[in-house]
């Protein structure tokens, strides 16, 4: 079976198919066509005008799928949802809880869940609507930026093309489509496409376009579609959705054929909502062609619940038995790297600056994260009994920081390599990134890797391009070495450290 490429397709009563009748087109056009299908009631059902997944009518779906599918070979998958006269500034929001927002990407992602997907992108045809004020219209370009960003941190699909219809509505109906129109055709949306609606047929009202008009935009927009090439923009990932409820979402990202391993990365901590994030270590994963398995959380509760377990349970019955595992994460996604390895069966953990634990009753020294602890309170977890005791783990952390005492907390063995970063603090994740260290943590992991002789050496060679070693310097020596503190502070400085933190450590002339 052929791959199966989903466009999704959102927007309003042009993007429905407004006042179209099936019997208006050829009756060859009304089968099911070949290779292509609509997501509709839970399943994938034949894409075919009066299939049922709208009311009535079609839209330009038709021309596109015949026009794709005929270019492309492979299946195609449709999840369209549009509502007639709805604006992107209120019903298509974001902030809008159950919303067309919500509607769009709870559908896709049930679509996503059902198998494994190319993501091939996202056609809007949308805003006649908002050029009806003044208001509305001016906030387009910023409106349309946010919704397509939102859209594609929702999908876990951060390159995701889009591509836009320039809406060509009557002046006397829709008085403010300049600044719309203005707005479609130039933004700071990347990975964006637009396609032009002059000439296209309309009903009498001016407003609407005919079948005919339709069927061209389907095939303008097949065309548009067909010209991203998937390979440049790193979108051959085949997507499977594993998880979705209101603290984890989980899906799996990769090449589409037989990985030696799959790295499971582990949710960073975040001060607001973790949803709002790519997947840890997600675009450098993708652009590399690796096997990823991503699991965000949307509170930062530092995975203290049993659906993590359950979440991991998903995980390794997706990839099945015989497939290598490498669990992934830093700071509180350490901790989950850890705590899911034996879940998961994993040969391999790389943890950078892991906590034991933020429980105040089993470690009374800590005093960071005051506030996700204040939410947990007690942790439900005995990391030790978590913790696969056959796996490689590979911890990464400065000795002279207070993880110091965290780590001592673990039960290690041989089996733990203990990698010492000094003046890395806990920020261990963005020293290794400013030292051009980072991928080597990643570098021949499916056989014997990472180097750590050659990383740690490469750390220390390229610190001095570092702002955290910087950094971590001025804090350490303020006390007894003020010159030291000073010097380390313009260094930081110099590189683009923040001034309202360094400012204090600098001698006054």
Same mark, same amino acid.
């Not at 042009?14 to 099911?32: C, F, H, L, Q, S």
């Not at 990347?190 to 609606?197: G, I, L």
């Given at each position: 079976?052929?791959?199966?490429?989903?466009?999704i397709?959102?927007?309003?009563?042009n993007?429905?198919?407004?006042?179209?009748?099936?019997?208006?087109?050829n009756a060859?056009?009304r089968?099911?066509i070949d290779n292509?299908f609509v @997501?509709q009631?839970?399943?994938?059902? /034949?894409?075919?005008p009066g299939g049922g997944y709208?009311?009535?009518?079609?839209g330009?779906?038709?021309?596109?799928?015949?026009?794709f599918?005929?270019?492309?070979g492979?299946?195609l998958?449709?999840v369209k949802?549009a509502?007639?006269a709805s604006?992107?500034?209120?019903d298509?929001s974001?902030?809008? !809880?159950s919303?067309? #927002?919500?509607?769009l990407?709870n559908?896709?992602?049930?679509?996503m869940?059902?198998?494994?997907?190319?993501?091939?992108?996202?056609?809007?045809?949308?805003?006649e609507?908002d050029?009806i004020t003044?208001?509305?219209?001016k906030?387009?370009?910023g409106n349309?930026?946010?919704?397509?960003a939102r859209?594609r941190m929702?999908?876990g699909?951060?390159h995701?093309?889009?591509?836009?219809?320039?809406?060509n509505?009557?002046?006397n109906?829709c /008085?403010?489509s300049?600044?719309?129109?203005?707005a479609?055709r130039?933004?700071?949306?990347?990975n964006?496409a637009?396609?032009?609606?002059?000439g296209?047929?309309k009903?009498?009202d001016?407003?609407?376009?005919?079948?005919r008009?339709l069927?061209n935009?389907?095939k303008?927009?097949?065309?548009?579609m067909?010209s991203?090439?998937?390979e440049a923009l790193?979108?051959k990932q085949?997507?499977k @959705?594993l998880w979705?409820?209101d603290q984890?979402q989980c899906?799996?990202?990769?090449?589409g054929?037989?990985?030696d391993?799959?790295?499971?990365?582990?949710?960073?901590?975040?001060?607001?909502s973790?949803?709002?994030?790519?997947?840890f270590?997600q675009?450098?994963f993708?652009?590399t062609?690796?096997l990823g398995?991503?699991?965000?959380?949307n509170?930062?509760?530092?995975?203290?619940?049993?659906e993590i377990l359950?979440?991991?349970q998903a995980?390794?019955g997706?990839?099945?038995?015989?497939?290598?595992?490498i669990t992934?994460g830093?700071?509180?996604?350490?901790?989950g790297a850890?705590?899911l390895?034996k879940?998961l069966?994993?040969e391999?953990v790389l943890?950078?600056a892991?906590q034991?634990s933020?429980?105040?009753a089993?470690v009374? #020294? !800590?005093?960071?994260w005051?506030?996700a #602890?204040?939410r947990?309170?007690?942790?439900v977890?005995?990391?030790d !009994?978590?913790?696969?005791?056959?796996?490689?783990?590979?911890?990464? #952390?400065d000795r002279m920081?207070e993880?110091?005492r965290?780590?001592?907390?673990?039960?290690?063995?041989?089996?733990w390599n203990?990698?010492?970063l000094?003046?890395?603090s806990?920020?261990?994740l963005?020293f290794?990134?400013?030292t051009?260290?980072?991928?080597?943590?990643?570098a021949d992991?499916?056989?014997?890797g990472?180097?750590m002789? !050659?990383?740690?050496?490469?750390?220390?060679?390229k610190?001095r391009l570092s702002?955290?070693? @910087?950094?971590t310097?001025?804090?350490?020596?303020?006390?007894?070495?003020p010159?030291l503190?000073?010097f380390?502070?313009?260094?930081?400085?110099s590189?683009g450290?923040p001034?309202?933190r360094l400012?204090p450590y600098?001698k006054k002339?």
């Amino acid at each position: 079976m052929s791959k199966l490429n989903l466009v999704i397709m959102a927007g309003q009563s042009n993007m429905v198919g407004y006042k179209t009748r099936i019997e208006d087109i050829n009756a060859a056009w009304r089968k099911p066509i070949d290779n292509a299908f609509v @997501w509709q009631k839970g399943a994938w059902q /034949p894409l075919q005008p009066g299939g049922g997944y709208q009311k009535k009518g079609f839209g330009l779906e038709l021309a596109f799928a015949h026009d794709f599918c005929q270019a492309e070979g492979e299946r195609l998958g449709i999840v369209k949802v549009a509502k007639n006269a709805s604006y992107l500034t209120t019903d298509w929001s974001p902030d809008r !809880e159950s919303g067309l #927002f919500d509607n769009l990407v709870n559908t896709v992602r049930a679509a996503m869940m059902s198998e494994e997907v190319v993501l091939r992108g996202v056609l809007w045809v949308q805003g006649e609507a908002d050029s009806i004020t003044e208001a509305d219209a001016k906030a387009y370009k910023g409106n349309l930026e946010r919704f397509v960003a939102r859209l594609r941190m929702a999908l876990g699909a951060p390159h995701l093309p889009f591509i836009a219809a320039i809406v060509n509505p009557p002046a006397n109906l829709c /008085p403010h489509s300049g600044p719309v129109r203005a707005a479609i055709r130039k933004n700071r949306i990347t990975n964006y496409a637009t396609v032009k609606t002059s000439g296209l047929a309309k009903i009498r009202d001016d407003l609407h376009y005919s079948y005919r008009g339709l069927n061209n935009l389907g095939k303008r927009m097949a065309q548009a579609m067909i010209s991203f090439d998937p390979e440049a923009l790193g979108l051959k990932q085949h997507v499977k @959705w594993l998880w979705n409820s209101d603290q984890y979402q989980c899906w799996v990202s990769g090449p589409g054929k037989p990985a030696d391993v799959a790295i499971v990365s582990m949710p960073f901590a975040v001060i607001n909502s973790g949803f709002d994030e790519v997947g840890f270590g997600q675009v450098p994963f993708e652009k590399t062609g690796r096997l990823g398995v991503y699991i965000r959380s949307n509170r930062s509760t530092w995975l203290q619940d049993k659906e993590i377990l359950e979440v991991a349970q998903a995980i390794r019955g997706h990839l099945g038995a015989k497939q290598r595992i490498i669990t992934y994460g830093a700071s509180m996604g350490a901790y989950g790297a850890l705590l899911l390895s034996k879940q998961l069966k994993a040969e391999k953990v790389l943890a950078i600056a892991p906590q034991y634990s933020i429980d105040r009753a089993v470690v009374p #020294f !800590e005093t960071r994260w005051k506030r996700a #602890f204040n939410r947990i309170q007690t942790f439900v977890h005995n990391i030790d !009994e978590e913790i696969s005791p056959t796996a490689q783990k590979i911890v990464f #952390f400065d000795r002279m920081s207070e993880d110091r005492r965290q780590i001592e907390m673990f039960k290690t063995d041989e089996t733990w390599n203990l990698v010492n970063l000094p003046f890395a603090s806990h920020q261990v994740l963005r020293f290794l990134l400013e030292t051009g260290s980072l991928p080597m943590v990643l570098a021949d992991i499916e056989n014997g890797g990472p180097d750590m002789v !050659e990383l740690v050496r490469t750390a220390r060679k390229k610190r001095r391009l570092s702002i955290i070693y @910087w950094m971590t310097l001025t804090f350490v020596s303020s006390l007894r070495r003020p010159d030291l503190a000073d010097f380390a502070a313009k260094q930081a400085l110099s590189l683009g450290g923040p001034k309202r933190r360094l400012k204090p450590y600098l001698k006054k002339s």
